[in-house]
C-alpha cells in the first residue's frame, strides 16, 4: 500500500484495512455466508415489510410513487486503495446514489447493494466499507434493503448501489426540462472541493503553507464526500428543475439546456468568488475546478425570482437561446465522462 502523496504535509492522516494481503480472513477463506453474516451485522436494515435475507426487499411507499436510480464504483477507476480507505469508498458510493434520488426532488427510502470481488479481498476490508455504507446512510435517515454478493476476477471490485425514494404527495419530480426563463440559476452548496483534492493526489499541485485546512477538506471530499440533501429545500422553495452535480458544473448544465431548450448564463464574478478559497490549496486552477470539477454532488437548479433557499447560492440566470454562457461569452462544458462522449 502506498503513501498518502507529500505534498499533503501529513495535513491527512488516514490508516485503513488493506484490501488484500496479511493474515486476516478472506472471501475465499470464508465463502459468501461467511461475508454476508460478516457485513449484515453492520447494516441497519430500514421500515421494510420485507428486507434483507429473501430474494428481494417487499416495501410500501406512502404515495406510490417511488424514484429509482442506480450508480456503479470501479476499482481502479473511481478509488484507488493507496488513496482511499474502505469506510471512504462506501461513504462515496451511498453519497453518489441518494444525491441522484434527492435530486428528483424525492426522499431518499433505502438501497440495495451488489458487489462484486476478487477471491483475495480480505473480510474485515469489506465490513469497514460497509461500516462506510451504514454511517452515510444513517446520516440521511435510510438503511439498506438487501443486495448481491458476487465473485470477480483478480484485481477486480465493483459496487454498485440501487437508490429508492418516495415522492411526498402533491410533489411533482425535478426535472431537467423544466428550466424556465428569468429563473436564477442556483446551486446547493460551495463547487470545487473534490477536484481540488483530486489534483493534490495526482501531485499536480502543492498547497501553499496558508491553505491551513483547506487542503484536508478538499482531499476529504474527494474521498468521502457528505452533501447536504436538499431536495425538500429546492422544492418548498418552488424549484422545478434541479440535477445532481456529478460530471462538473459546465457539462451538467449543458445537460438542463439541451433538455429545457435554454440559455444558462453564469455570473463569472459569482464562481470566482466561490474559486477564490481553493486557491491556497490548487493555485491558478480554483476557477477549474469550480467550472469543471465533478463529484461536488450539489445540486444545480433553477428557481423562480426571488425565492432562492436559504444558504444556496445565485450563479446565474436562464436566459432565452441555447448554449452555455460565463460571463456572455460561450463556455467550455467540460467535466468527467467515461467514453468522451457527453
Known sequence: MRSVPACLNGAVTNVWTPRVGGDAPTVDDV????????????????????????????????????????????????????????????????????????????RPTGVVVALAAEGATRVDWLVDLTRGMADELRRAGVGSFGGDLSGAPDGTVVIAVTALGDLPAGREPLLRANAR????????????????????????????????????????????????????????????????????????????????????AFDGDALRAMARPLEPVVGDRALECVLSGGEEHALLATSPEGRVPAGWHVVGRVEDGQGVTLDGEPAQTEGWTHFGAR
Not at 406510490?64 to 469506510?87: H, I, N, Y
Not at 457528505?226 to 451538467?252: Q, W
Open 181 to 264: 426563463v428569468g429563473e436564477s440559476i442556483i446551486v446547493s452548496d460551495l463547487l470545487g472541493r473534490s477536484h481540488a483534492g483530486l489534483l493534490v493526489l495526482l501531485g499536480e499541485v502543492a498547497p501553499s503553507e496558508r491553505a491551513g485546512t483547506a487542503t484536508q477538506e478538499c482531499v476529504g471530499w474527494h474521498r468521502a464526500p457528505r452533501p447536504r440533501y436538499a431536495g425538500d429545500e429546492a422544492a418548498a422553495a418552488g424549484v422545478r428543475c434541479a440535477m445532481d452535480v456529478s460530471d462538473g458544473l459546465m457539462l451538467d448544465a449543458a445537460r438542463i439546456v439541451r433538455a429545457s431548450s435554454v440559455r444558462l
Open 31 to 106: 465463502g459468501e455466508l461467511g461475508v454476508l453474516r460478516s457485513v449484515l451485522a453492520v447494516v441497519e436494515p430500514p421500515a421494510a415489510d420485507v428486507g434483507p435475507g429473501d430474494d428481494a426487499a417487499v416495501l410500501t411507499t406512502s404515495t406510490g410513487r417511488t424514484v429509482v436510480t442506480t450508480d456503479s464504483m470501479v476499482l481502479g477507476l473511481d478509488w484507488r486503495d493507496d488513496w482511499s480507505s474502505p469506510q471512504d469508498v462506501g461513504v462515496k458510493v451511498i453519497a453518489q446514489n441518494l444525491a441522484d434520488v434527492v435530486a428528483m426532488g424525492a
